[in-house]
């Protein structure tokens, strides 16, 4: 142990002699014990962070423990782990690193050991973070230091038994050396924290932590924790989310002993969510409104309740069946508040009609659903239709469902079955899903569900959404960047297949120019009047195009209160 920091053996020898954090835990399951120690530099900046963990009944084959080394695209801490040390009642183990690719977006990093374990193991290991990492547009994994604080998921930097056993989970922090007046948190809760339930791996994965400067905020079984500024005050957002938190438990019958939501900024991709094991994360930046942080909370925060079909939300190749998870957290997103009274009419309407414009000016509204994994990542209108597709389809099936059983039973019924078929440890899958709609639509609508996923064009009754509102169409313009939008995947970022009269040419725009920048499309596709402004890199010169990324008009659907029907 002599090649590990100070701190790092001081976590060490603290797992060893650790009193639990509470007394209340599952007796018959094994433990599990994180102890993490954020370290700052000169400059107070979190550049370092001391990990421990230690696990009872450890695997007994050769593969002992893993970590991502990507996660749906994104880079982990895998490669900037430093004194990496595995022990056991014997003393150190020795191991060797094996690499595994899972799919195009996801690879695996496995410990094998070298001999037979002996009792618990502890695995201790620091990390390095380099403070000046460039922001990202993907999912807000990676452990990132800003804004005097330090966050990121469980699977970017924890390495966890290589098994499916689930443990007891505790997480401790030691932070002497954070600063003054620094915080940790984490899905557990505030401080140190004991899960109620023992937790599997997938789930301790899907955990989130952050610590130093961060602001703090508590309600009950709500706890919020943010690191960074918004524009506003950050606790009247995190009071409406434990309202909206407690209306979830109460809709889908599921209460957990506690909810966190953490959030972080994000210049380059703010609004960004990602949902968790009984928490989930958010970027947000100064220009982040309320009213913009409000909806995606709601949409975040049904993930917590539902995930997706199989558990697939984030796991590899879970893309194919994201317009499960994706599709049920748009429509509920604006269903729940409003019928919660957190939003008024005016705000639903608003969010369903980003949706509906979004989808149906879609040029690429037909693509099939097995071909969204492959295109999710390199074409923002292929990304968005599990949400655009999938929430309209369930507003559809809610509609038929309310029709075919005379307003007896509706969508949220279904859901709600499903949820309590997994609660007793069955599986929430495809094949429950079909013999379920079948119970309620026969035959019409699994061949209606069959063709959904073939890419066919979904429409909700005009009054899917109740009686006092209607649909209507309206003229609005495709997203159009007007160049091949591949080459944004690529390093160099080179302009090429410029559309001859496009609004990217018109605005000076030229193939062969190198784009400099990143920016979100997701959001910019469902605002007709959003503008992009592109830094260009031109034979030396460096310059700005500004211009509205549409292209030809079509007729889309939207909705709108019935003029009869009482306001708010």
Same mark, same amino acid.
């Not at 160049?483 to 990217?504: C, E, H, Q, W």
């Given at each position: 142990?002599?090649?590990?920091?100070?701190?790092?053996?001081?976590?060490?020898?603290?797992?060893?002699?650790?009193?639990?954090?509470?007394?209340?835990?599952?007796?018959?399951?094994?433990?599990?014990?994180?102890?993490?120690?954020?370290?700052?530099?000169?400059?107070?900046?979190?550049?370092?962070?001391?990990?421990?963990?230690?696990?009872?009944?450890?695997?007994?084959?050769?593969?002992?423990?893993?970590?991502?080394?990507?996660?749906?695209?994104?880079?982990?801490?895998?490669?900037?782990?430093?004194?990496?040390?595995?022990?056991?009642?014997?003393?150190?183990?020795?191991?060797?690193?094996?690499?595994?690719?899972?799919?195009?977006?996801?690879?695996?990093?496995?410990?094998?050991?070298?001999?037979?374990?002996?009792?618990?193991?502890?695995?201790?290991?620091?990390?390095?973070?380099?403070?000046?990492?460039?922001?990202?547009?993907?999912?807000?994994?990676?452990?990132?230091?800003?804004?005097?604080?330090?966050?990121?998921?469980?699977?970017?930097?924890?390495?966890?038994?290589?098994?499916?056993?689930?443990?007891?989970?505790?997480?401790?922090?030691?932070?002497?050396?954070?600063?003054?007046?620094?915080?940790?948190?984490?899905?557990?809760?505030?401080?140190?924290?004991?899960?109620?339930?023992?937790?599997?791996?997938?789930?301790?994965?899907?955990?989130?932590?952050?610590?130093?400067?961060?602001?703090?905020?508590?309600?009950?079984?709500?706890?919020?924790?943010?690191?960074?500024?918004?524009?506003?005050?950050?606790?009247?957002?995190?009071?409406?989310?434990?309202?909206?938190?407690?209306?979830?438990?109460?809709?889908? =019958?599921?209460? *957990? /002993?506690? %909810?966190?939501?953490?959030? #972080?900024?994000?210049? +380059?991709?703010?609004?960004? @969510?990602?949902?968790?094991?009984?928490?989930?994360?958010?970027?947000?930046?100064?220009?982040?409104?309320?009213?913009?942080?409000?909806?995606?909370?709601?949409?975040?925060?049904?993930?917590?309740?539902?995930?997706?079909?199989?558990?697939?939300?984030?796991?590899?190749?879970?893309?194919?069946?994201?317009?499960?998870?994706?599709?049920?957290?748009?429509?509920?997103?604006?269903?729940?508040?409003?019928?919660?009274?957190?939003?008024?009419?005016?705000?639903?309407?608003?969010?369903?009609?980003?949706?509906?414009?979004?989808?149906?000016?879609?040029?690429?509204?037909?693509?099939?659903? =097995?071909?969204? *994994? /492959?295109? %999710?990542?390199?074409?923002? #209108?292929?990304?968005? +239709?599990?949400?655009?597709? @999938?929430?309209?389809?369930?507003?559809?099936?809610?509609?038929?469902?309310?029709?075919?059983?005379?307003?007896?039973?509706?969508?949220?019924?279904?859901?709600?079955?499903?949820?309590?078929?997994?609660?007793?440890?069955?599986?929430?899958?495809?094949?429950?899903?079909?013999?379920?709609?079948?119970?309620?639509?026969?035959?019409?609508?699994?061949?209606?569900?069959?063709?959904?996923?073939?890419?066919?064009?979904?429409?909700?009754?005009?009054?899917?959404?109740?009686?006092?509102?209607?649909?209507?169409?309206?003229?609005?313009?495709?997203?159009?960047?007007?160049?091949?939008?591949?080459?944004?995947?690529?390093?160099?970022?080179?302009?090429?297949?410029?559309?001859?009269?496009?609004?990217?040419?018109?605005?000076?725009?030229?193939?062969?120019?190198?784009?400099?920048?990143?920016?979100?499309?997701?959001?910019?596709?469902?605002?007709?009047?959003?503008?992009?402004?592109?830094?260009?890199?031109?034979?030396?010169?460096?310059?700005?195009?500004?211009?509205?990324?549409?292209?030809?008009?079509?007729?889309?659907?939207?909705?709108?209160?019935?003029?009869?029907?009482?306001?708010?």
């Amino acid at each position: 142990m002599k090649s590990l920091s100070y701190s790092l053996v001081a976590l060490t020898a603290g797992l060893l002699t650790a009193t639990p954090v509470c007394t209340v835990r599952a007796a018959e399951a094994p433990d599990l014990s994180i102890w993490l120690a954020p370290i700052a530099d000169e400059n107070g900046a979190l550049t370092r962070l001391d990990v421990a963990i230690r696990f009872e009944d450890p695997p007994q084959d050769a593969a002992l423990a893993s970590m991502a080394v990507t996660a749906n695209t994104v880079e982990t801490s895998a490669n900037a782990i430093a004194a990496l040390a595995f022990s056991d009642a014997r003393g150190l183990v020795p191991v060797v690193a094996h690499d595994s690719k899972l799919d195009a977006d996801n690879t695996q990093r496995t410990w094998l050991a070298q001999r037979a374990i002996s009792g618990p193991v502890t695995i201790a290991y620091r990390v390095l973070i380099d403070p000046q990492q460039p922001e990202q547009a993907r999912p807000q994994y990676e452990l990132r230091a800003s804004d005097g604080g330090l966050s990121g998921g469980g699977n970017a930097f924890l390495a966890l038994p290589a098994d499916e056993i689930a443990r007891n989970v505790s997480v401790h922090w030691d932070l002497s050396r954070a600063g003054a007046g620094a915080k940790g948190v984490s899905s557990l809760g505030p401080g140190d924290s004991r899960s109620s339930k023992p937790w599997s791996v997938e789930e301790i994965a899907s955990s989130y932590y952050m610590a130093g400067k961060v602001g703090t905020f508590s309600r009950g079984a709500f706890f919020g924790t943010w690191q960074g500024q918004f524009g506003f005050d950050g606790t009247e957002l995190m009071g409406w989310a434990a309202r909206l938190q407690q209306f979830y438990g109460d809709f889908f =019958d599921q209460r *957990p /002993a506690s %909810f966190g939501v953490f959030a #972080r900024t994000n210049r +380059l991709n703010p609004g960004s @969510g990602i949902g968790l094991t009984d928490s989930f994360a958010f970027t947000f930046s100064d220009k982040t409104t309320l009213e913009d942080l409000e909806s995606l909370l709601a949409h975040e925060m049904v993930h917590s309740w539902i995930n997706s079909l199989s558990n697939s939300m984030d796991a590899p190749g879970g893309l194919a069946l994201s317009w499960f998870g994706e599709g049920l957290a748009v429509h509920y997103q604006r269903m729940l508040p409003y019928r919660a009274g957190l939003i008024g009419r005016q705000a639903f309407l608003d969010d369903l009609n980003a949706t509906a414009a979004r989808y149906y000016t879609n040029a690429l509204i037909d693509t099939p659903n =097995d071909e969204i *994994p /492959a295109g %999710f990542w390199k074409d923002t #209108r292929i990304r968005v +239709l599990p949400y655009d597709r @999938g929430s309209l389809y369930f507003a559809t099936v809610d509609a038929q469902i309310r029709a075919a059983s005379q307003g007896k039973r509706s969508l949220d019924d279904i859901v709600r079955k499903m949820l309590a078929v997994r609660r007793a440890g069955h599986p929430m899958d495809m094949a429950l899903w079909k013999e379920l709609m079948g119970q309620e639509l026969g035959t019409q609508g699994l061949s209606q569900f069959d063709a959904m996923l073939g890419g066919a064009g979904v429409l909700p009754p005009s009054d899917a959404f109740g009686p006092c509102f209607e649909r209507v169409t309206k003229p609005l313009r495709r997203f159009d960047l007007g160049f091949d939008p591949l080459i944004l995947t690529t390093p160099d970022r080179i302009v090429s297949g410029l559309k001859p009269g496009s609004a990217a040419e018109a605005a000076g725009l030229r193939n062969g120019d190198r784009i400099r920048n990143r920016f979100p499309q997701d959001a910019m596709q469902a605002d007709q009047n959003a503008t992009l402004t592109l830094q260009i890199e031109r034979d030396g010169r460096q310059f700005e195009v500004t211009y509205m990324p549409r292209g030809e008009t079509v007729e889309a659907y939207q909705w709108q209160a019935k003029p009869a029907c009482p306001s708010d």
